[in-house]
């Protein structure tokens, strides 16, 4: 029985019905004091049905043994029935649907992961782990292999199908220095969407060679300057600072509940610097945060949100975009079928500019150049963020030193209006973004940027 025939019923309720199916499993190797400390495996199998009625989202989900060939059982599907039962309780049927088969959408892979044995994703690990204790300072190496393959089929009310294959693979690792009584730890990952290909032997090796060499030479760095100066982020930076202090302000649900007041009612208004546009693009191939088409069936598309300093769109789902009189642009995800779709970001970058990289970089006399970002956290309701710095300079006189304990404070708005030179470079980030409970993936890019000033948080006044 054709998935869409086994679920087509399930649509026949409220203003807009749609059935999200999920077949996916994963596999997570921990390794840890010179070995692998834990292998889990993971399946994730189930459908949710979710009924929009007004601006009202009622939705049901189950696991289930089989979902994307139909019911595995008379009772599987007495249970599905139960739930639907309860979940249109009191609502008007519609009629029934017309729904064509889809035809199954993969994403390129050069080298699936299923082609290798668990002894050669061990063998990431360990590769990384021989090069990265290779000092006598290196106390510690934490390695993390993740792999997930997801399967999604969708149906909806408007006749829109689709079946779709997604292959993640990330590669992280953790070293930790110590020197006397000091310690010091330093943090990369690498990874995509993607088969075994992104994990070769050269990539491994120079991010494990990075990481180590960030903790060591961290044991002789001095504290980090306090104080408002100009700051260069580099494009080896990635686009964290992106992604939060702008990106989920952008995100259409913080702009409709009061939360993102930076950018509410300011399509068209200037925003940011001239020289700063910020896109969303789910069709850039290979990157984490990449798919062909978004968790409620409309087809990825590249997303301008920002111009030249003037503000375009947000990041809309289906129900925000309802709301705000707009359509979607693509951007209604979910973690799983057991969480309903909310806007999210994919592959959110600021595009490149028309300056040297090498220039600004030359153009800082004295301030502060972040090479690596660390985590942080904003505010949506007014912008205001904080991040560490995994890799940071102070600069005096054009020379650069090395320091540590280092973070930047600051605001969203502030931050885009005062970027005075945007780099011809572009470089990226990965990541898992947590938002409501739900955790899905993305990339973040961002050029070589000059900021006027920006407030270091450090230990040394």
Known sequence: MSFINAYRPFLEFGDFADVYLEESESLSILWENGGVQNISKAHDKGAGIRILQGLETLYAHSTMASPLSGFSSNDEKAKLDRLFQDLTRGL????????????????????????????????????????????????????????????????????????????????????????GSELQTAYQSMGGLGGFELLGRESVQKLAWAVRERARNKLEAPLAPMGEMPVVIASSAGGTIIHEAVGHSLEADHVLQGTSPAFAGKIGKIVASEKVTVLDDPTLQGARGSYFFDD??????????????????????????????????????????????????????????????????????????????????????????????????????????????????????????????????????????????????????????????????????
Not at 99 to 111: F, M, R, V
Not at 318 to 332: F, P
């Open 92 to 179: 008007k049927k519609s009629g029934p649907k017309t729904i064509a088969e889809p035809a199954i959408k993969n994403h390129p892979l050069s080298d699936p992961p299923g082609h290798h044995s668990l002894q050669d994703k061990i063998g990431v690990l360990d590769l990384a782990f021989q090069t990265a204790k290779s000092a006598e300072e290196i106390r510690q190496v934490t390695g993390n292999y993740l792999e997930k393959i997801k399967r999604i089929g969708y149906l909806n009310s408007a006749g829109e199908t689709f079946l779709e294959e997604r292959t993640y693979l990330v590669f992280n690792l953790t070293v930790t220095a110590q020197k």
């Open 296 to 461: 409620e069936g409309i087809p990825a598309q590249k997303s301008i949100l920002i111009e030249n300093g003037i503000l375009k769109d947000y990041m809309l789902d289906r129900k925000a975009a309802l709301q705000m009189k707009l359509k979607s642009n693509g951007h209604g995800r979910r973690e799983s079928f057991s969480h309903r779709p909310i806007p999210r970001m994919s592959n959110t970058f600021v595009a490149p500019g028309k300056d040297n990289p090498e220039a600004i970089l030359k153009s800082l006399r004295k301030g502060f150049l972040v090479t690596k970002m660390g985590g942080g956290q904003v505010n949506t309701a007014n912008g205001d963020f904080v991040f560490d710095v995994e890799e940071g300079y102070e600069i005096n006189a054009g020379r650069k030193t090395l320091v540590r304990k280092a973070s930047l404070l600051g605001n969203g708005l502030e931050v885009l209006k005062s970027i005075d030179m945007v780099g011809s470079d572009l470089g990226w980030s990965i990541g898992t973004c947590g938002k409501e409970g739900q955790g899905v993936p993305v990339s973040d890019g961002l050029p070589t940027i000059r900021i006027k000033k920006l407030v270091i948080g450090g230990g040394r006044f």
